[in-house]
């Protein structure tokens, strides 16, 4: 069954232009969301997952960043084409993003009601009295109590975890068709953790949307995506159905991540594998698979040739000249 | 085992609301700090002691009366009919201190505000957009701050004086040369707050609430005035009390030097351009509108210290 196409990243590339040189953070992934689908981004800090993001939203600084390439259609609209105030129309209203850290992404001089009332007023057109309406609802719908009297709260007077509710309660005001959550719990402790997935696994039912999740722990991408990307120094390494990356994977990165992974089903006294190696810098222009020198299955081709991402099973594309499970080149 | 259990059970229990105060709001905290700072404090009572001198003594003694000139009692020491004495034609020195000083302050606090909108506008536009605006308007920022200011003030005061018609307000009618001089010091005042809020901005629009703001869609204009300057107001609020200082005194400088604002209207400043010939010979001339400036500026500056503790983010003493 194939779900509407939302949208469609083809070949962005997105560098930054440094006093050190050039940093190629993003060079040239590809991929595909459909309606109501859960697409998790899965690498290291760095690796770019937050910059493609935010370059599909025209959230880039430019100057130093610069998108060298690259189509990003929804809806039959390039999202890369658009002026600033068609983006600022898009944003927020059609594809959300919630960030890293609570603690610092609600303006710290902004009362929380005023801060999701100025959204609805300008998405919706909805009168002061209605967005204040609205906004209770909302809090209480992400589960805050005392919503009506907390509007008039500072963020400052909230927790952690309550202010990642509220800033998912904004992002979800204008019910989005996408919701791209760049790490949202990893600031967070570990129970409020779960108790913010379960939210967002909750509204995600309630809303319909689609949502692009980044991590860098692949136990949240378990629960909650179908399909996973790999992605490794600014590529897409990897892109499988979420069962069929844990129990088959192809990419010899992806290989090793799991294998780095602490599982509760496997035995405790194996030590886990390190991946030997740092990832490379970005400053220098990739040439050749950017994984190579880590790699345990290195062959010569690797070195001088960055492999393209193919298909190699239904739905299961990587990017690597080698077939990990025959050892040599495919 | 159960001994603990008892043990604990002893332990008198309390919900999480009795044991904790409510928290303090910003302001209240704000208002702590200012508290403890006595020369601000004394600064606030003794600005609003002269702001009732001024504008309360004015329900005494009429606007007429001090500038009724009464060629009879010339350079008259203080006495009970003048208290202050009189001037060279005879005006009664208190009087005049007293709508002086109402013009004094009206051209502090106007010129403030004329500095702030120039100021806040050209910072903030050159800090958050950058780019080749932040070049142009740094550089013109950068041009208006070499040249001293006191040389600007006389040349636009010589060159726009007289210029302006009077105007009448509140019933009152102030001279054309009130609103030159209130112009020309806002106009020359603001490169410091520009400075000022430019760094603020540049350094507040990388935050990622900011980010977060953008994300939603929040369009440019609303971003510059509804997000970033709520959160630079501090600066903004202390520096513009402190300008307030600065104008009155620039208003004494150029009135002294005859360029500002031109008899009869009183202010302090052009009661000590009288008063130069007479220093030794009549000093109450001088003293009471000298002292009045000082005062004046002394205050406010004192308030914008203790502002500056009270608001400062980092200054964490409560």
């Given at each position: 069954?194939?779900?509407?196409l939302?949208?469609?990243?083809?070949?962005?590339?997105?560098?930054?232009?440094?006093?050190?040189?050039?940093?190629?953070a993003v060079?040239?992934?590809?991929?595909?969301?459909?309606?109501?689908?859960?697409?998790?981004?899965?690498?290291?800090?760095?690796?770019?997952?937050?910059?493609?993001?935010?370059?599909?939203?025209g959230?880039?600084?430019?100057?130093p960043?610069?998108?060298?390439?690259?189509?990003?259609r929804?809806?039959d609209?390039?999202l890369?084409?658009?002026?600033?105030?068609?983006?600022?129309?898009?944003?927020g209203?059609?594809?959300?993003?919630?960030?890293?850290?609570?603690?610092?992404?609600?303006?710290?001089?902004?009362?929380?009601?005023k801060?999701i009332?100025e959204?609805?007023?300008?998405?919706?057109?909805?009168?002061?009295?209605?967005?204040?309406?609205r906004a209770v609802?909302l809090?209480?719908?992400?589960?805050?109590?005392?919503?009506?009297?907390?509007?008039?709260?500072?963020?400052?007077?909230?927790?952690?975890?309550?202010?990642?509710?509220v800033m998912?309660?904004?992002?979800?005001?204008?019910?989005?068709?996408?919701?791209i959550?760049?790490?949202?719990?990893?600031?967070?402790d570990?129970t409020?953790?779960?108790?913010?997935?379960?939210?967002?696994?909750?509204?995600?039912e309630?809303?319909?949307m689609?949502?692009?999740?980044?991590t860098?722990?692949?136990?949240?991408v378990?629960?909650?995506?179908?399909?996973?990307?790999?992605?490794?120094?600014g590529?897409?390494?990897?892109?499988?159905?979420?069962?069929?990356?844990f129990?088959d994977p192809?990419?010899?990165?992806?290989?090793?991540?799991?294998?780095?992974?602490?599982r509760?089903?496997r035995?405790?006294?194996?030590?886990?594998?390190?991946?030997?190696?740092?990832?490379?810098?970005?400053?220098?222009?990739?040439?050749?698979?950017?994984?190579?020198?880590?790699?345990?299955?290195?062959?010569?081709?690797?070195?001088?040739?960055?492999?393209?991402?193919?298909?190699?099973a239904?739905?299961h594309?990587?990017a690597c000249?080698v077939?990990?499970?025959?050892g040599?080149s495919? | 085992?159960?001994?603990?259990?008892?043990?604990?059970?002893?332990?008198?229990?309390?919900?999480?609301?009795?044991?904790?105060?409510?928290?303090?709001?910003?302001?209240?905290?704000?208002w702590r700090r200012?508290?403890?700072?006595?020369m601000a404090?004394?600064?606030?009572?003794?600005?609003?002691?002269?702001?009732?001198?001024?504008?309360?003594?004015?329900?005494w003694?009429?606007?007429?009366?001090?500038?009724?000139?009464?060629?009879?009692?010339?350079?008259?020491?203080?006495s009970?009919s003048?208290?202050?004495?009189?001037?060279?034609?005879?005006r009664?020195?208190l009087?005049?201190?007293i709508?002086?000083?109402?013009?004094s302050?009206i051209?502090?606090?106007?010129a403030?505000?004329v500095?702030?909108?120039?100021?806040?506008?050209?910072?903030?536009?050159?800090?958050y957009?950058?780019?080749?605006?932040?070049?142009?308007?740094?550089?013109?920022?950068?041009?208006?701050?070499?040249?001293?200011?006191?040389?600007?003030?006389i040349?636009?005061?010589?060159?726009?004086?007289?210029?302006?018609?009077?105007?009448?307000?509140?019933?009152?009618?102030?001279?054309?040369s009130?609103?030159?001089?209130?112009?020309?010091?806002?106009?020359?005042?603001?490169?410091?707050?520009?400075?000022?809020?430019?760094?603020?901005?540049?350094?507040?629009?990388?935050?990622?609430?900011i980010?977060?703001?953008?994300?939603?869609?929040?369009?440019?204009?609303q971003?510059?005035f509804?997000?970033?300057?709520?959160n630079?107001?501090?600066?903004?609020?202390?520096?513009?009390t402190?300008?307030?200082?600065?104008?009155?005194l620039?208003?004494?400088y150029?009135?002294?030097?005859?360029?500002?604002?031109?008899?009869?209207t009183?202010?302090?400043?052009?009661?000590?351009?009288?008063?130069?010939?007479?220093?030794?010979?009549?000093?109450?001339?001088?003293?009471?509108p000298?002292?009045?400036?000082?005062?004046?500026?002394?205050?406010?500056?004192?308030l914008?210290?203790?502002?500056?503790?009270?608001?400062?983010?980092?200054?964490?003493?409560?």
């Open positions: 069954m194939e779900r509407p939302l949208l469609d990243v083809a070949d962005l590339q997105t560098r930054f232009h440094t006093p050190e040189g050039t940093v190629y060079n040239g992934i590809s991929y595909r969301l459909h309606e109501g689908e859960t697409l998790a981004m899965v690498g290291e800090s760095g690796c770019g997952k937050s910059v493609s993001m935010m370059s599909i939203l959230l880039i600084p430019i100057p960043g610069e998108i060298v390439s690259g189509t990003a929804y809806r609209r390039d890369l084409r658009m002026s600033e105030e068609e983006l600022e129309q898009v944003r209203k059609e594809i959300a993003m919630i960030f890293q850290d609570p603690m610092t992404s609600l303006n710290p001089v902004l009362t929380v009601g801060q009332t959204m609805l007023q300008k998405h919706m057109g909805m009168k002061p009295a209605e967005a204040a309406d609802q809090l209480e719908w992400v589960g805050i109590p005392d919503a009506r009297r907390r509007l008039a709260d500072y963020p400052h007077q909230f927790s952690g975890g309550m202010r990642q509710r998912i309660a904004m992002q979800l005001a204008c019910t989005p068709s996408i919701l959550a760049d790490e949202p719990t990893t600031a967070l570990v409020i953790q779960a108790q913010i997935m379960d939210l967002v696994i909750r509204l995600r309630e809303v319909g689609a949502m692009i999740w980044i860098h722990n692949l136990g949240v378990a629960g909650l995506a179908e399909r996973v990307m790999v992605m490794y120094a590529f897409i390494v990897e892109e499988a159905n979420v069962d069929d990356l129990q192809r990419h010899p990165y992806t290989i090793a991540l799991l294998a780095a992974l602490p509760v089903d035995r405790r006294d194996r030590r886990l594998k390190s991946i030997p190696g740092a990832p490379p810098s970005l400053l220098v222009k990739p040439r050749g698979c950017p994984f190579a020198p880590r790699c345990e299955f290195v062959i010569a081709r690797c070195q001088s040739e960055m492999p393209p991402l193919e298909l190699i239904p739905r594309k990587i000249w077939d990990v499970l025959r040599g495919r | 085992m159960s001994d603990t259990t008892e043990a604990l059970s002893a332990i008198p229990q309390f919900a999480a609301d009795e044991l904790e105060a409510p928290p303090l709001s910003l302001r209240q905290l704000a200012f508290r403890r700072h006595k404090l004394f600064g606030a009572v003794m600005l609003a002691l002269l702001f009732v001198y001024c504008f309360g003594g004015a329900l003694v009429s606007e007429d009366y001090a500038n009724y000139t009464d060629t009879k009692a010339r350079l008259q020491a203080p009970v003048h208290p202050f004495g009189t001037d060279t034609v005879g009664d020195i009087a005049r201190t709508y002086g000083g109402q013009i302050l051209i502090g606090l106007t403030m505000l500095e702030l909108v120039i100021g806040v506008l050209i910072g903030a536009l050159s800090g957009y950058g780019g080749w605006l932040d070049s142009i308007l740094m550089r013109f920022t950068e041009a208006v701050f070499v040249i001293p200011q006191l040389f600007l003030l040349v636009m005061a010589k060159f726009f004086g007289g210029k302006v018609p009077n105007l009448t307000l509140l019933g009152r009618t102030f001279s054309g009130v609103v030159v001089v209130i112009l020309i010091i806002g106009a020359t005042s603001w490169v410091y707050l520009a400075r000022i809020v430019r760094a603020e901005f540049i350094s507040l629009k990388e935050r990622e609430f980010l977060a703001a953008r994300a939603i869609g929040t369009p440019a204009r971003i510059i509804g997000h970033i300057l709520p630079s107001i501090a600066p903004i609020i202390v520096s513009a402190l300008s307030v200082a600065a104008a009155i620039s208003e004494s150029i009135s002294f030097l005859g360029m500002g604002v031109q008899a009869p009183a202010t302090w400043g052009n009661m000590l351009e009288g008063a130069m010939n007479y220093i030794e010979e009549a000093p109450w001339f001088w003293i009471f000298g002292t009045l400036i000082v005062l004046t500026v002394l205050s406010i500056n004192f914008g210290d203790g502002l500056r503790d009270a608001l400062d983010p980092r200054s964490r003493v409560v």
